[in-house]
């Protein structure tokens, strides 16, 4: 295996002050950035960021696109490349011209049928947008992209490969004009999302500006303009994020992302000890929401069990599920303290000592505020593995 880059955060990473509503969002080439400052000054304190010159090395950014024509009127993405490459798989398609309850409808589309449509340009296909393609999972050799050090320290995805599941780890193309509607990210993660081709623009608003635009019924809009914006007094930055660039999108920011162009991007969905605690925070409230919804039915047999299944089926994961995370997490962690063995991210990352004591101490603090509701854990039969684990975390951070 190739040297592994180290992810350290310093014995006391730096802190910096939580600013809420920056005047505008900081743009900085990652030559001028470390994952230190990068920890401590955007994802502690849940602050925007715009990173240039990530992808100039990715085979995607050069392969999957002719950057050395300047003539317009040439289509640039090389559809012949992308279809011998890639191959025929089925690939999920939005159609931006047609909603399905709070988003696009969505269908499943032969990847060479949407290229077919690409290449095609006419105005019938122009909203067809393709979302949330687990492309690296389904061709796990080919390296088309590396994920930068800045977003290394990634719980959620490191859990989904390690366990073999569904992981957040997403491509997106669409021809200009195609859309995502307004929304947060799932469990209040963050996301980072690198523009390979094309201009997208963000309409981000900072975490609780989005209440403002609640209607009547305490639902958030589809769609969202500047006018509305201005006209419901709602803080918002409006970005324009060219190839090339990365933006991180901080825990529970709401956003809306228009292709201005023909676009191609890479994403991630993720978590670690940064925001663990909104990721927990967000979990309740889902729960304490789907008790809300079935509140009649508390007399029922298996009441809590049955929140917990409703809980995964609507959401998305459970308590059971996030403290199989947090207990994976952990013992790789552990395994590093008592046994040495790295852990290791996206194939290229190791953490530092003092990350992995930070990580230890985050999972320590949710595990506590997990620990508050004890009866209720104890009813779905986690209370002992959080105890568990509390107790080992404990004596491991004794090595320190
Ligand atoms: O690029 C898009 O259309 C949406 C991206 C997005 O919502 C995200 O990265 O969180
Ligand atoms: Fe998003």
């Known amino acids: 295996m ?142 088309f992209y590396e994920t930068p050090m800045f977003f290394g320290s990634d719980w959620l995805n490191e859990y989904l490969i390690d366990r073999k599941l569904d992981d957040y780890m997403f491509v997106y193309i669409g021809p200009k004009g195609t859309w995502t509607s307004f929304h947060a990210d799932v469990f209040a993660s963050y996301s980072w999302s690198t523009n390979i081709y094309g201009v997208k623009r963000w309409l981000l608003l900072p975490p609780g500006e989005e209440i403002k635009l609640k209607d009547k019924l305490g639902n958030f809009p589809f769609e969202i303009s500047e006018e509305l914006l201005k006209e419901k007094q709602v803080r918002y930055y409006d970005i324009r994020q060219t190839a090339g660039e990365a933006i991180f999108v901080p825990s529970g920011w709401y956003h809306q992302v228009q292709n201005l162009e023909d676009a191609i991007s890479v994403n991630h969905n993720w978590f670690n000890g940064c925001n663990i605690a909104n990721i927990w925070a967000s979990l309740w409230a889902a729960y304490e929401q789907v008790v809300k919804e079935i509140d009649d039915c508390r007399d029922m047999d298996n009441f809590d069990e049955h929140c917990q299944l409703m809980l995964k089926a609507s959401y998305g994961m459970n308590l059971e599920a996030f403290l199989d995370i947090l207990e994976h997490v952990a013992n790789k962690r552990i395994g590093t303290i008592l046994g040495g063995v790295d852990v290791v991210h996206f194939d290229i990352y190791k953490l530092g000592k003092c990350h992995i004591q930070f990580d230890l101490m985050k999972i320590q603090d949710v595990l506590s505020s997990m620990h508050e509701q004890n009866m209720l854990l104890e009813t779905l039969r986690l209370l002992t593995k959080v105890e568990e684990n509390m107790d080992k975390i404990k004596s491991a951070l004794r090595q320190f």
Not at 46 to 72: E, L, Q
């Open 2 to 143: 190739a040297s592994l880059t180290e992810l350290e955060i310093g014995p006391t990473p730096a802190t910096f002050p939580e600013v809420s509503f920056p005047v505008e969002i900081t743009r900085l080439p990652a030559s001028e950035l470390s994952y230190g400052e990068f920890f401590s000054r955007f994802m502690q304190t849940n602050t925007a960021v715009i990173i240039g010159s990530v992808a100039d090395r990715w085979k995607c950014f050069r392969r999957w696109v002719h950057r050395d024509r300047d003539d317009d009127a040439v289509d640039k993405v090389d559809v012949t490349y992308l279809k011998a490459r890639i191959g025929n798989v089925t690939v999920p398609v939005a159609d931006c011209g047609r909603q399905y309850y709070n988003a696009h409808e969505k269908r499943d589309m032969q990847f060479h049928e949407f290229l077919d449509y690409w290449a095609d340009r006419k105005e019938e296909h122009s909203k067809m947008y393709l979302k949330d393609w687990h492309l690296r999972e389904i061709m796990p050799q080919y390296r």
